[in-house]
Nanobody, 119 residues
Framework: QVRLVESGGGRVQAGGSLRLSCVASGATFRIGTMAWYRQAPGKERRLVAEIDSDGGTRYVGPMKGRFTISRDRNSVYLQMNTLNTEDTAIFYC???????????????WGQGTQVTVSS
């Protein structure tokens, strides 16, 4: 199986920064695109940013310019700067992974990490 474990969430004041990390472990024969999603209270889960295996990135929504996604081997990171109260959400790591040379890419999710921004 594949396991994604996030860390780095917490409480921060508006204007502050946080860096989220996610490590993929287990049967990670090949990791494709890795991404961060967020789910605000009462809202749907939405894509924040994604990065492919070649390092190409895509950002969605108003976070572009404040958030930076990066990856290193089996890990993906999200540097979040100038946080505001609207960034309060649970952030989820997502990855597409081939568990072996004979299996297709499958989607996996982390358990989520809470980010709370106070005014």
């Amino acid at each position: 199986q594949v396991r994604l474990v996030e860390s780095g969430g917490g409480r921060v004041q508006a204007g502050g920064s946080l860096r989220l990390s996610c490590v993929a472990s287990g049967a990670t024969f090949r990791i494709g695109t890795m991404a961060w999603y967020r789910q605000a209270p009462g809202k749907e889960r939405r894509l924040v940013a994604e990065i492919d295996s070649d390092g190409g990135t895509r950002y969605v929504g108003p976070m572009k310019g404040r958030f930076t996604i990066s990856r290193d081997r089996n890990s993906v990171y999200l540097q979040m700067n100038t946080l505001n109260t609207e960034d309060t959400a649970i952030f989820y790591c997502h990855a597409t992974v081939k568990m072996s040379a004979y299996t297709p890419f499958q989607e996996f999710w982390g358990q989520g990490t809470q980010v709370t921004v106070s005014s």
